[in-house]
């Protein structure tokens, strides 16, 4: 069956440094795998789209790598901040996209 | 970007009753909306598909009595959950992709659901 996994359930990092997030997924090949920031209590929102035919993808202090020979997508924030504290969630696919149970992330002053 | 609105935000009710959860799209058509559920610290589950003026998609194990869809315009859908009971107390989320084919989905602010 198709599993997307998330290695860490949390993850705390110090302002200012690189926050690095994982998602494996095994049994898929998503044409488009997907980023959405979730806080506590609220729907995700997007963040970024990479393509199975882009490695990488930018916005701002935001990038994802996309390896399709691996199965996994990583996802930085650079510089990270207080605010970028949240749970990030991977999705694949677009008509039937499914989820990652998400790493809560939290990045101390 | 496109807005969806979720509403009720919060619900609590009696094991046995029915709550519906309205799913808008204010600024868009949207012939297709998702309906997720969410327990805590769990991943966004896909319930159900809902198309406009046709019957629901729905995910396997997922009871189609049980859980209502109605997509009746192409700005709302509503979920109803029938005879509630307190193990269908969990996070909703509808969502809907906005126009244009940027392959982004506007996900509602969610609805907590609490069945006593």
């Known amino acids: 069956s198709q599993k997307i996994e998330q290695n860490s359930e949390a993850l705390n990092i110090q302002e200012g440094k690189t926050a690095t997030l994982t998602c494996n997924y095994t049994n898929y090949s998503p044409a488009y795998l997907q980023w959405y920031r979730q806080d506590p209590g609220r729907g995700p929102v997007f963040l970024l789209l990479?393509?199975?035919?882009?490695k990488e993808k930018r916005k701002e202090r935001l990038k994802v790598t996309f390896d399709t020979t691996l199965k996994q997508s990583l996802f930085h924030i650079t510089a990270s901040q207080p605010a970028d504290s949240a749970t990030y969630l991977c999705?694949?696919?677009?008509?039937?996209?499914?989820f990652g149970a998400g790493t809560r992330l939290t990045v101390k002053p | 970007g496109a807005v969806v609105s979720q509403h009720p935000s919060r619900v609590i009710c009696k094991s046995g009753t029915s709550v519906k959860i309205e799913c808008r799209s204010l600024?868009?058509?949207?012939?297709?909306m998702f309906w997720y559920r969410q327990f805590p610290k769990q991943s966004l589950m896909l319930m159900a598909t809902s198309n406009e003026g046709s019957k629901a998609t729905y995910e396997q194990g997922v009871e189609k009595d049980k859980f209502l869809i109605n997509h009746a315009s192409l700005t709302l859908s509503t979920l109803t959950v029938t005879s509630a009971h307190p193990e269908d107390s969990s996070f909703y989320i509808c969502s809907a992709y906005g126009t244009g084919n940027t392959g982004e989905l506007f996900f509602g602010e969610g609805s907590r659901l609490t069945v006593l």
């Open positions: 990479i393509r199975e035919n882009e």
């Open positions: 600024d868009f058509q949207a012939t297709t």
């Open positions: 999705a694949l696919g677009l008509s039937d996209m499914r």
